[in-house]
């Protein structure tokens, strides 16, 4: 059973920055694509981020520039580091992770992924 646990996640005034973490435990870290979505209050789930096993990474065109995504295999845990964030960044963000090519920010969002419980990111 796959379970992935978030942290990092809090409040922030526009221009700051967050790192939020994901630590994936329960099967053999390797997974082919590992990313982050995020759901804004009223809107619908929207890909980030994602890296797959190259550590080839993918971002939403909303995000290129400032947020970088990136994984530690021996810490069995990925990362996003948020920069120059913005109110719109406002959202809860969710790891995910699953097998899939590509490795493109909508397959996060496929079903069969695996994500876990969220952490809230707020920017005023």
């Known amino acids: 059973h796959v379970q992935l646990v978030e942290s990092g996640g809090g409040s922030v005034q526009a221009g700051g920055s967050l790192r939020i973490s994901c630590t994936v435990s329960g099967y053999a870290y390797g997974s082919s694509c590992m990313g982050w979505f995020r759901r804004a209050p009223g809107k619908e789930r929207k890909g980030v981020a994602t890296?797959?096993?190259?550590?080839?990474?993918n971002y939403d065109e909303s995000v290129k520039g400032r947020f970088t995504i990136s994984k530690d295999t021996a810490k069995d845990s990925v990362y996003l580091q948020m920069n120059s964030l913005k109110p719109e960044d406002t959202a809860m963000y969710y790891c995910a992770t699953g097998n899939t090519a590509p490795c493109d920010i909508e397959a996060v969002l496929t079903p069969t992924f695996d994500w876990g419980q969220g952490t809230q990111v707020t920017v005023s």
């Open positions: 890296i797959d096993d190259d550590g080839r990474t």
